[in-house]
Structure formats: structure tokens, C-alpha cells
């Protein structure tokens, strides 16, 4: 699956089963919409600072956002929350 698409091309990656299915069933919260990140931005396991660190995404990565809480934003596929004040929203 393609999980993040940089300006040197898609960031590839495995998304488990349960993932996908939770995505599909449950992220249909908001319209989509893309962001860039404006500098390395960590990814976070919930939306919460106080949450684990999945990685560190690059400046300059497009994402797409399908769901938001409380100034976090979920990418695509479940992967995980990013910090929306941190990147450029693009509704």
C-alpha cells in the first residue's frame, strides 16, 4: 500500500488487516483533505502528544486528513494522528 506520498516519490508500507478495516468503517468523519508537512513532524499512535511516537514524518510530505480531534489530524489508512498546527491545510 502506499501510505504517504513525498516530493521524491510514495513512501510504501504495510497496513495491517484490522487497520484497513477500522480506516474504512470508522474514518468517514470528515471530508478528506489534503496537508503538507511544513518540518519533521512526528506521527503520533493517538491524537495526543502524551501518546507513542509511530516515526518522524519529513517536511514537505502530502497526506491526506479523514478525521480530526482535538487539533490532530488522522492520516489516511489509520496510520496514525499528526499535529494539524504543525502543517499547511489544504480544504
Excluded: H
Amino acid at each position: 500500500y502506499i501510505v504517504a506520498r513525498a516530493a521524491t516519490g510514495p513512501i510504501l508500507g504495510e497496513v495491517s488487516e484490522s487497520s484497513l478495516k477500522n480506516a474504512l468503517e470508522n474514518d468517514a468523519v470528515i471530508k478528506p483533505y489534503a496537508i503538507k508537512t511544513l518540518a519533521s513532524t512526528p506521527l503520533y499512535q493517538s491524537a495526543s502528544r502524551n501518546s507513542g511516537i509511530i516515526e518522524r514524518l519529513p517536511a514537505g510530505l502530502l497526506l491526506t486528513i479523514v478525521n480530526e480531534k482535538g487539533g490532530f489530524g488522522k492520516i489516511r489508512m489509520g496510520a496514525g494522528w499528526i499535529d494539524l498546527a504543525k502543517v499547511k491545510k489544504f480544504k
